[in-house]
């Protein structure tokens, strides 16, 4: 195990030095996929790159993950990915992100709860259960004001559905906007916001695995 560590790291920085940075994670993550494959696929993660950015097997200290999130996604794409790729992998649990993109593209809030829906449907009619995160504010005043209308409503039907939902905005956010400490860009994260995130999201794992007992 540590020798197969070892090359693990050596590769990522010569990875690092070669491209500097622009391909590593990419490589890093599906190097770590080849080196330390799912033990199973209880949980599945479908979203953009705020999702595929980081390596939750790490963050979530768990090896059952697999991480379908990519950069650039719409809640349409997540959405087909759902639709066609969850009854392949069969997870006990699909976390579900997404929607920056969408608006930033003038897709009306309305559409992507719609599709937030869709999935979520999908998901239950193959007895998956969804956690449904909150659309992580930016630096975007143009867009926030839709964000926050957007994490109304999934918030509420959540609380009428009886589904579990993440919000990770307490942490990151403040006044409808994205902290500066935790923003890379005005849209993505640092680091340092992860595993805030990754907190939430592996409280809100277990509850659901204890109360199914998944």
């Known amino acids: 195990m ?8 050596l590769i990522l920085n010569v990875i690092l030095i070669l491209t500097g940075g622009t391909l590593a994670f990419k490589f890093k993550e599906k190097l770590h996929q080849y080196l330390f494959p799912p033990s199973s696929n209880n949980i599945l993660l479908v979203g953009d790159s705020l999702l595929a950015l980081e390596n939750w097997t790490f963050l979530l200290e768990r090896n059952d993950i697999t991480n379908l999130a990519y950069g650039g996604a719409i809640t349409l794409h997540i959405l087909k990915n759902v639709e066609i790729l969850s009854p392949k992998i069969k997870p006990k649990i699909c976390v579900i992100e997404g929607g920056v993109n969408d608006l930033l593209a003038g897709v009306p809030e309305q559409r992507v709860l719609e599709n ?18 909150a659309v992580i504010y930016t630096n975007l005043p143009e867009i926030n004001h839709q964000i926050t209308i957007l994490n109304q409503q999934l918030a509420s039907f959540c609380q009428q559905n009886q589904l579990v ?12 906007t994205l902290k500066n400490q935790y923003s890379l860009d005005g849209i993505h994260l640092k680091k340092v916001a992860y595993p805030l995130w990754a907190k939430e999201l592996s409280d809100a794992i277990k509850k659901l695995e204890h109360k199914k007992n998944l």
């Not at 869709?118 to 193959?126: A, E, G, P, T, V």
């Open 165 to 176: 939902y993440v919000d990770a905005n307490q942490f990151l956010a403040e006044k409808e």
């Open 2 to 9: 540590q020798k197969r560590l070892l090359t693990f790291s």
């Open 116 to 133: 937030y829906i869709k999935m979520i449907h999908i998901l239950q009619n193959q007895q998956i259960k969804p956690i449904v995160n």
